[in-house]
């Protein structure tokens, strides 16, 4: 909240390059802040960048955490494999499968989409499709469900 709260802030020259186009657009409506301005006419605002890299940083942190939690899983796994009966096994393997695919289906319908509308036009100087974003974020609940009744047996 702070990192976006102070480098994203709407400041006198946001106001200035998005008023226009808010009026133009959206006219009588509100004249927030709608998103990160990283170029303007004397080049690239630092605030901005500085914001994306903490929100990327956050997600890289958080991510690495993720990992070492399933390393550590496969590895406990492994140490205890043998005291323990085969249809426990078998369980344990089908929702650790179906732990690590609900993991990667928010990384993928939800994070990198969110991603790529906040970093793509700082890096390219392009804009993404925002339905992009919005549909896959929909998505994201329905095959969250789709992988647990598929991935472990006793559910179907």
């Known amino acids: 909240f702070s990192n976006c709260w102070y480098n994203y802030h709407s400041d006198d020259e946001l106001q200035r390059y998005v008023k226009p186009f808010l009026d133009s657009e959206f006219p009588g409506r509100g004249k927030g802040h709608i998103g990160a301005l990283y170029y303007n006419e004397k080049g690239l605002r630092v605030s901005a960048v500085l914001a994306s890299m903490g929100f990327n940083a956050i997600m890289t942190f958080w991510f690495t955490i993720?990992?070492?939690?399933?390393?550590?899983?496969?590895?406990?796994?492994?140490?205890?494999?043998?005291?323990?009966?085969?249809?426990t096994q078998q369980l344990q393997k089908q929702l650790f499968k179906t732990l690590v695919i609900q993991?990667?289906?928010?990384?993928?319908?939800?994070?990198?989409?969110?991603?790529?509308?906040?970093?793509?036009?700082?890096?390219?100087?392009?804009?993404?499709?925002?339905?992009?974003?919005?549909?896959s974020t929909t998505l994201f609940p329905v095959i969250d469900a789709v992988v647990t009744l598929v991935g472990v047996k006793i559910y179907r």
């Open 66 to 87: 993720i990992a070492i939690c399933a390393v550590l899983i496969v590895n406990s796994f492994k140490a205890y494999g043998d005291k323990l009966a085969a249809k």
């Open 103 to 135: 993991v990667m289906v928010p990384i993928v319908c939800v994070y990198l989409p969110c991603g790529g509308i906040i970093n793509f036009p700082m890096f390219f100087r392009i804009s993404v499709v925002p339905n992009f974003d919005s549909a």
